[in-house]
């Protein structure tokens, strides 16, 4: 997750407090999901941003995970086609494997 | 008005092995914050030899001596699968040295900014003197090169070296004392960029047998910047280039797009010709230095070799329409607007089947889709996947959901109208255009009838604006028919007859015509 955005998730929750942020991920490979969604809840992984050693513990979801939270047209007119690419599966697996170990913040 | 085709198509690579270190970003990082590093001293093992770049598959298909479906039939990984006959000179470019590469620098150098040992310089010449494209004359102006001492004494006042291997073979200074626009290193980086550029010019107009002063104009498209401090970026290396390759009944211009530049040249061109403003118009990029080793970490720490080892140059010539060569489609050009969004949905839609639905086309009526080539063997040890794979299962997917193709047959669409990348992750050079050659072609050939040509720029890397970018065009099979070009209209033959009949009538009246 690049230092520019997790600085962004920072500060956001500060503001707002962490249990009132969700942050809502939207890349396309499994082992990158896990690694922004761990990053939002452990702590930077890399040890190189803003979040290294910082466990904020906040709800995280894949765009994919929300599929029936979003009106169906607009699902599927954003994301209907990268559905059909993407290895849907390993990306819920992976986020909700992270969000289960280290998010305080799950409903 | 005549319809642009695509009259020729160069490509060149240019392995630079010593110039990874210095001049990649990657390393140049490395070496600033943490210069003992394990990375740094490992990297020079996985450094590949020239003979080893030649003989690499992705290379020859980028040179033209095989076309990129032939990449399937080779197993991976290709840098351990080399082609033993491969050849640096390709039926549509070369592979170039680094020694030769340095020479031609100094030719490109119109202000003296580069010196080169002096018998460094005489192997030079011997060398290039064998070669077609270089004229005598050309050869002429390297003239005499320097002592070594006065190369050493210039790098401790701050030029930039140049080295083959650890041996210090030149330098390029800067071209201003205080100008932070026009240091050593940056004219290292625009004078890689022109050299390289008229090393792809060259190539185009010699290997296409275009006389050079046929070229009517140039637009420039590669990702370097050139200008003082009063003028940052300003250009113009297309006129530069122009000038070193011998266009010289050209003037030209700088197109600049991120990695879409090239496609938004190619658009531009095409206008420019079925306009009727010029009847010739190169494209042409050179390479950007700060891209070697890009991903070199990577590949060092999972025992591949550096295969960010090369720069890349191309340059395409559209003229009018020759009966022959493939046409350029200026009315089906897709585009990814400001209000297009951002999502890879609506960037696709915007790309390739918008364009297609103006015209009653399918996503299947185009043979062939060049989108992002990079090479995939590059890009998958760094954790950024294959790249035109990812694009074709989108375009696949999109097809699927129009239906135009069933679900089931998304696998079989994307070996067919794909295919595997095999160009240089240099900017500006794997988009799109790395294929109009071969297209050329395959379109030629019968092969196929239509490709769509995609360039995609990330935009928001410039900090600017967060927008990407994109266009696409489609090339197709030239029927060979006459146009209406010079025909006149209905009103035109009425007025024509009426003034006519108007003559007649005033010769009947007077006996003369009026």
Same mark, same amino acid.
């Given at each position: 997750?690049?230092?520019?955005?997790?600085?962004?998730? %920072?500060? $956001?929750?500060?503001?707002?407090?962490? #249990?009132?942020?969700?942050? &809502?991920?939207?890349?396309?490979?499994? +082992?990158?999901?896990?690694?922004?969604?761990?990053?939002?809840?452990?702590?930077?992984?890399?040890?190189?941003?803003?979040?290294?050693?910082?466990? %904020?513990? $906040?709800?995280?979801?894949?765009?994919? #995970?929300?599929?029936?939270? &979003?009106?169906?047209?607009?699902?599927? +007119?954003?994301?209907?086609?990268?559905?059909?690419?993407?290895?849907?599966?390993?990306?819920?697996?992976?986020?909700?494997?992270?969000?289960?170990?280290?998010?305080?913040?799950?409903? | 008005?005549?319809?642009?085709?695509?009259?020729?198509?160069?490509?060149?690579?240019?392995?630079?092995?010593?110039?990874?270190?210095?001049?990649?970003?990657?390393?140049?990082?490395?070496?600033?914050?943490?210069?003992?590093?394990?990375?740094?001293?490992?990297?020079?093992?996985?450094?590949?030899?020239?003979?080893?770049?030649?003989?690499?598959?992705?290379?020859?298909?980028?040179?033209?001596?095989?076309?990129?479906?032939?990449?399937?039939?080779?197993?991976?990984?290709?840098?351990?699968?080399?082609?033993?006959?491969?050849?640096?000179?390709?039926?549509?470019?070369?592979?170039?040295?680094?020694?030769?590469?340095?020479?031609?620098?100094?030719?490109?150098?119109?202000?003296?900014?580069?010196?080169?040992?002096?018998?460094?310089?005489?192997?030079?010449?011997?060398?290039?003197?064998?070669?077609?494209?270089?004229?005598?004359?050309?050869?002429?102006?390297?003239?005499?090169?320097?002592?070594?001492?006065?190369?050493?004494?210039?790098?401790?006042?701050?030029?930039?070296?140049?080295?083959?291997?650890?041996?210090?073979?030149?330098?390029?200074?800067?071209?201003?004392?205080?100008?932070?626009?026009?240091?050593?290193?940056?004219?290292?980086?625009?004078?890689?960029?022109?050299?390289?550029?008229?090393?792809?010019?060259?190539?185009?107009?010699?290997?296409?047998?275009?006389?050079?002063?046929?070229?009517?104009?140039?637009?420039?498209?590669?990702?370097?910047?050139?200008?003082?401090?009063?003028?940052?970026?300003?250009?113009?290396?297309?006129?530069?280039?122009?000038?070193?390759?011998?266009?010289?009944?050209?003037?030209?211009?700088?197109?600049?797009?991120?990695?879409?530049?090239?496609?938004?040249?190619?658009?531009?061109?095409?206008?420019?010709?079925?306009?009727?403003?010029?009847?010739?118009?190169?494209?042409?990029?050179?390479?950007?230095?700060?891209?070697?080793?890009?991903?070199?970490?990577?590949?060092?720490?999972?025992?591949?070799?550096?295969?960010?080892?090369?720069?890349?140059?191309?340059?395409?010539?559209?003229?009018?329409?020759?009966?022959?060569?493939?046409?350029?489609?200026?009315?089906?050009?897709?585009?990814?607007?400001?209000?297009?969004?951002?999502?890879?949905?609506?960037?696709?839609?915007?790309?390739?089947?918008?364009?297609?639905?103006?015209?009653?086309?399918?996503?299947?009526?185009?043979?062939?889709?060049?989108?992002?080539?990079?090479?995939?063997?590059?890009?998958?040890?760094?954790?950024?996947?294959?790249?035109?794979?990812?694009?074709?299962?989108?375009?696949?997917?999109?097809?699927?959901?129009?239906?135009?193709?069933?679900?089931?047959?998304?696998?079989?669409?994307?070996?067919?109208?794909?295919?595997?990348?095999?160009?240089?992750?240099?900017?500006?050079?794997?988009?799109?255009?790395?294929?109009?050659?071969?297209?050329?072609?395959?379109?030629?050939?019968?092969?196929?009838?239509?490709?769509?040509?995609?360039?995609?720029?990330?935009?928001?890397?410039?900090?600017?604006?967060?927008?990407?970018?994109?266009?696409?065009?489609?090339?197709?099979?030239?029927?060979?028919?006459?146009?209406?070009?010079?025909?006149?209209?209905?009103?035109?033959?009425?007025?024509?007859?009426?003034?006519?009949?108007?003559?007649?009538?005033?010769?009947?009246?007077?006996?003369?015509?009026?």
């Amino acid at each position: 997750m690049d230092l520019e955005n997790q600085k962004r998730v %920072l500060d $956001l929750s500060e503001k707002y407090g962490k #249990e009132n942020v969700v942050v &809502i991920i939207g890349t396309s490979e499994a +082992e990158s999901a896990g690694l922004t969604a761990e990053t939002v809840t452990a702590g930077d992984p890399t040890y190189a941003g803003p979040l290294a050693g910082v466990s %904020l513990g $906040l709800g995280v979801y894949h765009a994919f #995970e929300l599929k029936d939270q &979003i009106d169906a047209n607009v699902y599927d +007119e954003q994301c209907g086609m990268m559905e059909m690419v993407l290895d849907v599966d390993a990306i819920i697996k992976e986020v909700s494997s992270i969000r289960d170990q280290y998010s305080q913040y799950k409903d | 008005m005549s319809a642009p085709v695509v009259r020729g198509a160069a490509y060149i690579l240019v392995h630079t092995p010593d110039m990874i270190m210095r001049y990649g970003t990657t390393c140049a990082l490395e070496h600033e914050a943490n210069p003992e590093s394990e990375f740094l001293k490992k990297l020079p093992e996985y450094v590949r030899s020239y003979e080893e770049v030649v003989k690499y598959a992705p290379n020859q298909a980028y040179i033209g001596n095989i076309l990129p479906d032939i990449l399937n039939t080779i197993e991976k990984p290709w840098y351990k699968n080399l082609i033993q006959a491969a050849d640096a000179e390709g039926k549509m470019g070369e592979i170039v040295s680094q020694d030769e590469f340095y020479a031609a620098i100094k030719l490109s150098d119109a202000l003296d900014l580069v010196a080169l040992e002096k018998d460094f310089l005489i192997e030079i010449k011997a060398k290039l003197a064998k070669k077609s494209l270089y004229t005598e004359a050309e050869l002429a102006k390297l003239k005499e090169g320097s002592e070594l001492s006065e190369i050493e004494s210039k790098v401790r006042g701050g030029a930039e070296p140049l080295y083959m291997g650890s041996k210090l073979v030149g330098c390029v200074k800067a071209a201003h004392d205080k100008d932070k626009n026009l240091t050593a290193h940056i004219m290292v980086e625009n004078l890689v960029t022109k050299a390289s550029g008229v090393i792809a010019l060259k190539n185009l107009i010699y290997r296409n047998n275009i006389p050079a002063d046929s070229i009517e104009y140039v637009i420039e498209c590669s990702e370097e910047a050139c200008g003082d401090m009063n003028q940052r970026g300003v250009g113009n290396f297309a006129k530069a280039i122009c000038e070193v390759a011998g266009a010289t009944g050209a003037t030209g211009s700088d197109t600049r797009g991120f990695c879409a530049a090239p496609a938004h040249a190619l658009i531009n061109a095409a206008a420019l010709v079925k306009a009727g403003v010029y009847k010739s118009v190169a494209i042409v990029a050179g390479g950007a230095t700060a891209k070697l080793g890009m991903n070199a970490r990577d590949h060092v720490n999972k025992g591949v070799p550096v295969l960010e080892d090369c720069l890349g140059g191309f340059a395409v010539l559209v003229t009018e329409n020759d009966g022959i060569s493939p046409v350029l489609r200026t009315d089906i050009v897709g585009r990814h607007t400001v209000g297009t969004g951002s999502s890879p949905q609506a960037v696709m839609e915007s790309l390739i089947t918008k364009p297609l639905d103006k015209v009653g086309m399918k996503i299947t009526d185009i043979d062939k889709y060049s989108v992002e080539m990079q090479n995939p063997e590059i890009t998958e040890p760094a954790g950024a996947g294959n790249v035109p794979l990812a694009n074709y299962k989108m375009i696949a997917a999109l097809g699927a959901k129009r239906g135009d193709i069933d679900k089931t047959s998304m696998p079989s669409f994307i070996k067919e109208h794909g295919m595997p990348g095999f160009a240089p992750t240099q900017g500006h050079i794997p988009s799109g255009v790395p294929y109009v050659g071969a297209a050329r072609e395959m379109i030629m050939s019968g092969a196929i009838e239509r490709a769509m040509i995609v360039g995609k720029g990330s935009l928001f890397l410039g900090r600017m604006t967060n927008q990407f970018d994109g266009v696409s065009i489609i090339m197709e099979k030239n029927t060979g028919r006459e146009e209406s070009t010079g025909a006149v209209s209905k009103e035109e033959v009425k007025e024509m007859v009426a003034e006519a009949m108007k003559d007649f009538a005033s010769f009947l009246l007077n006996g003369k015509q009026g």
